[in-house]
């Protein structure tokens, strides 16, 4: 078409939302479907940091704030930096965005030049790709295979660097698949990029969703050096149920930061001021919420984990964190008679009522995405529904 700019044009709307439109139109319908492509915590935000908000609102906090988001809010994240990570920023240092999405994309837009290449671990989260090709940027793919646990290794990522590599993309705990890199592995990949001088790219958002006795550790503590050629990205929406209200953030570099401060003034000017109140109170306020909602998480996922891997031809690896379980599901659908995972998990939705997202939109062809943030007795019953589906069907 001769509307639409040539950037856009290769733009595909996310699998995760196509799946999910199809599921909502199947319930429309009148089908009694199970969703399990959540991407967000299925908890209300916890009442103090709403009534933060709505008092902030009624003082006259209702205004314009400064682009890269109010100091007393920098300074809110800049002591959790401090106490979670050891890692000290200073306010110029900080960008605070309209979720942790859009300062991944105001991030890119400030480093990336024509055909810069950006190394991005498969699988991935869907919009990695996307956002470094609508600046101008090359994906290039490495795959963390099933039985590295899903993580890359030093080597994998030596073999790819080459004079145009700028940036890695670093996602742990990781969506889809829940692992965590150890601080060894990371300090591992960490001296690869120093001797390269590659950008990191550090994608904390699942932070605060571990489980068992999985530890998270930032890339950006491991030392200073690093610290300096690291960018974390983080934010609000997961860790305290607060997807709707679009706050995320990024530490790091300065002149960085800059670019990203004067990108979003130019765009959309500062990240909801009622909403950055509500994030102050989620950081200074009581943090007993966030362990509660990882407690459930938690308790979910120990109780589905087993009936998952007993469907006929599901191999799951247990996540370390956030709400995803992965399993690859190649021979499950074999069995049932296709070639792709793709076609099965358009069948299961048709014929068990169920949606569950297919591992291609991450990079990954033989697996899919399975979300636990959902009631247990759902998620129970779309197993159910799912073992039953592959029993007949193979
Ligand atoms: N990064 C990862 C890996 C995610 O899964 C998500 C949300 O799905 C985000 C970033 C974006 O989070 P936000 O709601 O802060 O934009």
């Not at 609102?57 to 106490?83: C, D, H, V």
């Not at 590659?198 to 610290?227: C, M, P, Q, R, T």
């Amino acid at each position: 078409s001769q509307l639409l700019a040539d950037r856009v044009k290769a733009l595909t709307p996310s699998s995760t939302l196509a799946i999910t439109a199809k599921a909502k139109e199947l319930k429309a319908q009148g089908k009694d479907v199970i969703g399990l492509g959540a991407g967000e915590p299925d908890f209300n935000t916890p009442n103090h940091i709403i009534e933060a908000a709505y008092e902030s609102m009624k003082a006259g906090e209702t205004k314009y704030t400064p682009a890269a988001g109010l100091l007393s809010l920098k300074n809110a994240i800049i002591n959790k930096f401090k106490e979670d990570q050891q890692i000290n920023y200073d306010a110029s240092e900080v960008f605070v965005g309209s979720g942790a999405k859009h300062v991944l994309y105001c991030l890119f837009q400030a480093v990336l030049n024509e055909e810069d290449e950006v190394i991005i671990p498969a699988p991935y989260w869907v919009s990695y790709p996307e956002q470094v090709k609508l600046a101008g940027g090359n994906p290039v793919y490495i795959e963390g295979t099933e039985d590295q646990s899903y993580k890359i290794t030093p080597e994998q990522l030596e073999k790819v660097i080459n004079s145009k590599t700028k940036a890695i993309i670093i996602n742990s705990p990781s969506n889809p698949t829940g692992m965590i890199y150890s601080a060894e592995e990371l300090e591992a990949l960490a001296k690869v990029c120093l001797e390269n001088n590659i950008l990191i790219v550090s994608d904390e958002i699942y932070e605060k969703l571990i489980y068992g006795n999985a530890k998270h550790v930032s890339i950006a503590s491991i030392s200073d050096e690093i610290k300096e050629q690291t960018i974390v990205i983080n934010g609000v929406s997961k860790s305290h149920s607060m997807t709707g209200w679009r706050i995320g953030y990024a530490g790091g570099n300065k002149e960085i930061i800059k670019a990203m401060t004067n990108l979003a003034s130019h765009s959309t000017s500062n990240p909801t001021t009622t909403a950055q109140f509500g994030a102050i109170a989620a950081y200074t306020g009581t943090q007993e919420p966030v362990e509660e909602m990882r407690a459930a998480f938690e308790e979910r996922l120990n109780k589905v984990f087993e009936a998952l891997n007993a469907i006929p031809g599901f191999r799951c690896i247990k996540p370390q964190g956030a709400f995803y379980l992965f399993p690859n599901v190649k021979e499950a659908a074999e069995a049932c008679g296709f070639s792709t995972v793709d076609e099965f998990v358009t069948d299961l939705l048709e014929k068990a009522n169920v949606a569950v997202i297919p591992g291609s939109g991450f990079g990954v062809d033989d697996n899919i995405r399975l979300s636990y943030a959902t009631d247990l007795t759902s998620f129970e019953t779309a197993l159910d529904r799912i073992a039953q589906y592959v029993i007949e069907h193979s």
